[in-house]
């Protein structure tokens, strides 16, 4: 296919990934809180509620390098489109059941981890695509439009469940997600997953491993790449200590500060704007070209910003300036965050293997959502037993120092050759420059 051609299409995908993406996510966003607010309104059970969050996150948990073995085996968009598939068909039984005899839990729960596993093949092999879909010079931008559609998702997706509940029945709320699944699913079957893809699928059908040779090659293969393994271990920490800030925030501004909930709500709402703020600022300026060395400062801020939450219990505010004072740090840590996301995926888009882009995103994504529950179960333990401004400052300081150690200038140097050229060429003056 022509050069021309090839980013013509290339541009359809930018639009039809981000459509597509921002469909799913509002839907899914919608039924999230509808099937919440049933379980939560209707059996008044927390343990029913936490046993959904189980089927949701624990499927994904085991099943990530199964999505990132067949990823990297089979081919992507046909993952993409039978995953896509069966949601639809497991959304549309639930619909079938809960108009005929009536919704049940354990409906609920079973559709909940078909999602969930549908979800973590379809993901796993849609990241693992991006690079194929999209020509290099735009991988920040869909990076950012991905995290525009989540941050929409996030800030519209309860608001209209919350007006929907109030005007129609639980059948509207699957039926939303029904529907979001198969305009998804339309979209993507229109896309070409090997545009830009640098493998002969003959080649890869001739390597003869088994699945349990083939996802052990994939650890070696992170192992064997400093840079990679560094960067997977950073983020990973990140997730785990964002599990502290999940459960810290909210304990410290209700129970210890006692915000009024409406004002908590509007500090969460200004973290997904701060989100929604960068996301659309990295979507229309050029590409990073050193994208851990941002990635680097920013969690260098966002480590900062962590540890800034804890002032008010230090130093007495009135009720308005500290309701300011959190509605600010929240949006700065949205902003943050997303300049650490964004540079590490286009990182990672440019830096692993085709080959084992599939089981390196799959590992990541069953490590992460394992770290997820693990986190909040100690934190929250933790929260009961200790002041709560000297565990989210004490995890504060220990991401800023994990930062300053693993990502210290000699790894930035050699993630980053081109730095050091740069330096040079900036340092360094003709004879001809010093002699006028």
């Known amino acids: 296919m022509e050069a021309s051609l090839k980013l013509k299409k290339a541009t359809q995908h930018l639009w039809t990934f ?30 029913s509620f936490a046993t959904n969050l189980i089927c949701s996150v624990l499927p994904r948990t085991i099943i ?63 990241t693992s695509a991006i690079a194929n879909l999209i020509d290099e010079g735009r991988i920040q931008k869909a990076m950012s439009y991905n995290q525009m559609s989540i941050s929409i998702a996030t800030i519209g997706g309860p608001a209209a469940g919350g007006l929907m509940y109030g005007l129609v029945s639980l059948e509207a709320f699957l039926l939303v997600h029904l529907v979001a699944y198969i305009l998804a699913v339309g979209l993507e079957a229109t896309m070409n997953f090997r545009l830009y893809t640098k493998i002969i699928e003959s080649a890869v059908s001739e390597v003869k491993e088994s699945m349990l040779q083939n996802m052990k090659a994939g650890i070696t293969y992170i192992r064997k790449h ?29 129970d210890k500060l006692e915000i009024k909930s409406v004002h908590f709500g509007f500090t969460e709402g200004a973290f997904s704007v701060g989100m929604l703020l960068m996301a659309f600022i990295l979507s229309i300026r050029k590409q990073f070209r050193f994208p851990l060395h941002i990635s680097k400062w920013s ?24 309701v300011g004072f959190y509605l600010t740090l929240m949006l700065l840590l949205g902003l943050t965050i997303i300049l650490i996301n964004t540079p590490m995926g286009v990182l990672f888009q440019q830096t692993i293997d085709e080959a084992f882009k599939g089981r ?17 179960v100690l934190f929250g333990y933790l929260f009961d037993a200790f002041s709560p401004q000297w565990i989210m400052l004490s995890c504060g300081l220990l991401l800023l120092a994990t ?32 002699s006028k």
């Open 64 to 126: 990530g390098p199964f999505a990132g073995y067949a990823a990297d085996k089979y081919s992507k968009k046909m993952i993409v489109i039978v995953a896509q598939i069966a949601s639809i068909l497991a959304m549309g039984g639930l619909v079938i059941v809960t108009m005929t005899s009536g919704i049940t839990l354990t409906a609920i729960y079973v559709t909940t981890v078909i999602l969930s596993i549908t979800s973590s093949f379809s993901g796993v092999s849609f």
């Open 299 to 322: 969690l260098i801020a966002n480590s900062i910003l962590f540890s800034a939450t804890t002032i008010p219990l230090f130093v007495p505010m009135s009720y308005n300036i500290m």
């Open 226 to 254: 400093q840079i990679l393994s560094i960067v997977i271990w950073v983020s990973l920490l990140l997730n785990f200590l964002f599990a502290a800030f999940q459960v810290g925030f909210a304990f410290m501004l209700i």
């Open 18 to 47: 981000t459509i597509s993406k921002l469909i799913s996510t509002f839907g899914a966003s919608v039924y999230t809180f509808g099937i919440s607010f049933y379980i939560l309104s209707f059996t008044g059970s927390a343990t």
């Open 403 to 434: 930062v300053l150690y693993f990502l210290r200038p000699s790894v930035i140097r050699k993630a980053h050759p081109e730095i050091v050229e740069k330096s040079s060429e900036t340092n360094s003056v003709s004879p001809a420059v010093l």
């Open 360 to 376: 390196v995103f799959g590992l990541l994504e069953t490590i992460s959502m394992g770290l997820m529950p693990l986190g909040m």
